[in-house]
C-alpha cells in the first residue's frame, strides 16, 4: 500500500481513505476503500456548510464530521458520497488542493473550487 497524503485529519492510499478520529466519542479511524467512494463534493466554508461542524452530524445524520477543532479556519470542506448508503462524510484536510488533485485524478471531484 502506498501513501499518497497524509495529515492529522486523513490518510490517502492507493487503496484507501483513512479519516482519522472519526467514530465519536472515542476517536477511532474509519476505514473507506476507494471502490467505495461514489463522488466527492468541494463546498466553500460556510456556517452552514459545515465549517462549525467540530465532530459529529451536520445534517441530522446524513453528513458526518470527523473530529477537527481547526475546520472554522480550513479554505475547502469535501462530502464524500459513499455507494449504497444514505451517510456522506464531510472531511477537512490541511493541503486541500493536495486532496483535490488527487480526487480529481481518480474522477471523483465534483464542484471544484480551483482544484
Do not use: C
Not at 44 to 66: A, K, Q
Not at 84 to 101: C, L
Amino acid at each position: 500500500m502506498t501513501t499518497l497524503y497524509q495529515d492529522t485529519l486523513i490518510e490517502v492510499t492507493d487503496q484507501e481513505v483513512v479519516f482519522h478520529r472519526y467514530y465519536f466519542p472515542f476517536g477511532s479511524a474509519k476505514y473507506v476503500p476507494w471502490n467505495q467512494i461514489e463522488s466527492v463534493q468541494v463546498r466553500p466554508p460556510s456556517f452552514f456548510g459545515g465549517s462549525w461542524r467540530l465532530w459529529g452530524s451536520g445534517d441530522f445524520l446524513r453528513t458526518w464530521f470527523p473530529q477537527d477543532f481547526a475546520r472554522p479556519s480550513r479554505d475547502r470542506i469535501f462530502i464524500a458520497s459513499l455507494r449504497g448508503s444514505f451517510v456522506r462524510i464531510g472531511f477537512t484536510v490541511e493541503d486541500s488542493q493536495k486532496v483535490a488533485s488527487i480526487l480529481k485524478e481518480r474522477g471523483l471531484l465534483h464542484d471544484a473550487l480551483s482544484a
